[in-house]
């Protein structure tokens, strides 16, 4: 199984562009998220999604924007970007039972928004 | 509603032990523990539920104080591979589905 998968790996952004990161999971979890790491920090969840067509606010949600049409895919779109959003993305899934559960987590996309 | 851990970094010879401690201002009800080596997706180790209860597999544990609001993680004769920056992660009732991370704890474990 490729667990969970993000694309690009790698991307940089002019100021006020736009794009979306993919991500996708064939474990078939209903819970699936989205987190950005600045450097040297912790992990501030965007967007979380319980279910296809269920989404919710995180942390910092502002700039972005997500849907989740289906179980498998959960992308992840930024809007007139700035470099306040250059950082790197982690898409993650879950199986919870009735508590937040393991989180497994994408290899990660790099973000640079000159 | 950020935990706070601590300490920040803590630098140990192979072999030694380390406490990292997580501690929040609000109830808890999970605590979740991730490491995460440089350039790479955090990686699950465990899970710890309000009771008090006590976790562990191979050298690496964990508690849970649900009535201090506090974790702690233990490394016992810490190895080479343990090095990486160690995160924990808080649920603050049953069902919020979500976590709340903190700021995270850099360890180094030199030979």
């Known amino acids: 199984n490729a667990g969970v998968t993000q694309t690009p790996k790698f991307r940089i952004l002019k100021i006020g562009q736009s794009m979306t990161l993919q991500c996708t999971q064939d474990m078939n979890h209903n819970y699936m998220y989205w987190y950005r790491q600045d450097p040297g920090m912790g992990l501030k969840l965007i967007y979380y999604?319980?279910?296809?067509?269920?989404?919710d606010k995180g942390e910092v949600p502002n700039g972005y924007n997500v849907s989740r049409s289906t179980t498998e895919d959960f992308p992840l779109r930024l809007e007139l970007a700035a470099p306040s959003q250059t950082s790197v993305y982690f898409c993650a899934s879950s199986s919870n039972r009735g508590s937040a559960g393991e989180l497994f987590f994408g290899e990660g996309s790099r973000l640079t928004v000159l | 509603q950020q935990p706070v851990q601590s300490p920040q970094a803590v630098i140990l010879r192979e072999g030694e032990d380390a406490v990292i401690n997580c501690s929040s201002s609000?109830?808890?009800?999970?605590v979740h523990w991730y490491r995460q080596k440089h350039g790479e997706a955090p990686v699950f180790l465990m899970i710890l539920l309000k009771g008090g209860e006590q976790k562990g597999h191979d050298k690496i544990s964990a508690s849970f104080n649900e009535k201090k609001q506090q974790s702690s993680l233990y490394l016992t004769a810490s190895q080479l591979s343990y090095s990486g920056t160690y995160f924990c992660g808080t649920e603050p009732r049953q069902g919020a589905q979500k976590l709340v991370f903190g700021q995270g704890t850099r360890l180094t474990i030199n030979p």
């Open positions: 609000k109830a808890l009800y999970s």
């Open positions: 999604s319980v279910g296809a067509g269920i989404t």
